[in-house]
DNA sequence: AAGACGAAAGTGGTTGA
DNA sequence: TCAACAACTTTCGTCTT
């Protein structure tokens, strides 16, 4: 029953034309092993839908329709109590019971159901924007439900709440968005998210683990257009540095640019600290002091030396 | 002239009394 | 609630390539 999902992406490297890529189905990311491009950012979800209830008779009881989700206000499980036009079609009985209906439902759809509808579109646009994977998308969908029927939006604008929530949702699944994209994405002051963010986390409860900055290096590495060994190198470096608590309390962020920074040096592909600080949303500040600490805790300053003979 | 470097002052958030 | 504190930013002057 597993399709196999290589075989869906015996594709070209749009950069360098080799065939080795490899899939990244959590972050939704197809990266290229030979020159390191991000080629695909938004993969199609290959799991099935639909469940087996009887192994029997399963070809009869399928679900054909749309899986449950919280994306959809109402979970996407809606019917609305038909409108005027069917009224002709009941007696008077019936049609007594049609309106008692009407008005319940009327009833039901509260301020919530009204402010979900346009949250949730608003969602959709931002990790479009951001080329999220749907299941993302789907956890923001779900930490924003939580918020609102927790009355959290109370005080606070809808469009900061769903930042915060994308914002949320990436951090738990492991694919790391910059504050600052979400920024560009949403509109909303990068303070500003980082304040409801944390709210909504805190009110709701959310554990969410310190993010690696591992996970930064194949993006930014990526709109460097740095190779494949400099990644594995930037990866290594900060792997090196973990094991002497060398990235505990410090930004992950700032952390991923100095070893990226570092590894392009080492590899002679190098790039202007500007240019490192500029897509990973930090100072080139921030990359010197990381930098300086590499070097004297790691003992790379001979590596350096080494590629400046060259 | 551009990039790298470093000092100093400022910002926003956390922590602990 | 306030002050101390750490990480990061901004700004700016100086050195290096």
Redesign the pocket.
């Known amino acids: 029953m597993n399709i196999n999902r290589s075989t869906k992406y015996v594709k070209k490297c749009p950069e360098c034309g080799g065939f080795n890529l490899s899939v990244n189905s959590d972050k939704g990311e197809v990266i290229c092993r030979d020159c390191g491009l991000v080629v695909e950012d938004k993969m199609i979800d290959f799991d099935q839908e639909w469940r087996e209830f009887d192994s029997d008779t399963s070809g009869a009881r399928r679900r054909a329709g749309a899986p449950m989700s919280f994306r959809q206000f109402d979970k996407g499980l809606g019917t609305d109590v038909g409108q005027a036009a069917d009224l002709y079609r009941l007696g008077g009985k019936n049609k007594n019971k049609f309106f008692r209906l009407r008005k319940w439902q009327q009833r039901v759809s509260t301020a919530i159901e009204r402010n979900l509808k346009l949250a949730l579109s608003e969602l959709k646009r931002i990790s479009s924007f951001l080329k999220l994977p749907e299941s993302v998308e789907e956890e923001a969908s779900r930490i924003y439900t939580m918020a609102v029927q927790k009355g959290l939006v109370r005080g606070r604008s809808m469009e900061s709440v769903v930042a915060g929530a994308v914002y949320a949702a990436c951090r738990k699944h492991d694919v790391p968005r910059t504050l600052d994209e979400l920024s560009e994405a949403s509109g909303i002051d990068r303070?500003e998210i980082?304040?409801t963010y944390?709210f909504v986390i805190r009110e709701l409860e959310i554990k969410i683990l310190p993010s690696n900055p591992i996970d930064y290096i194949p993006r930014f590495a990526s709109e460097l257009k740095l190779t494949a060994m400099t990644q594995s190198k930037a990866v290594e470096i900060i792997e090196e540095a973990r094991k002497i608590a060398l990235t505990s309390?410090?930004?992950?962020?700032?952390?991923a640019a100095a070893a990226l920074y570092v590894a392009a040096l080492i590899n002679g592909e190098?790039?202007?600290?500007?240019?490192v600080a500029d897509v990973a949303?930090?100072?080139?500040?921030?990359i010197?002091?990381?930098?300086?600490e590499l070097l004297s805790e790691l003992g790379l300053e001979d590596e350096i030396k080494k590629k400046k003979k060259d």
């Open positions: 303070k980082g304040r944390r309390g410090r930004g992950p962020t700032g952390i190098k790039r202007t600290q500007r240019a949303g930090v100072t080139e500040v921030t010197r002091n990381r930098y300086k």
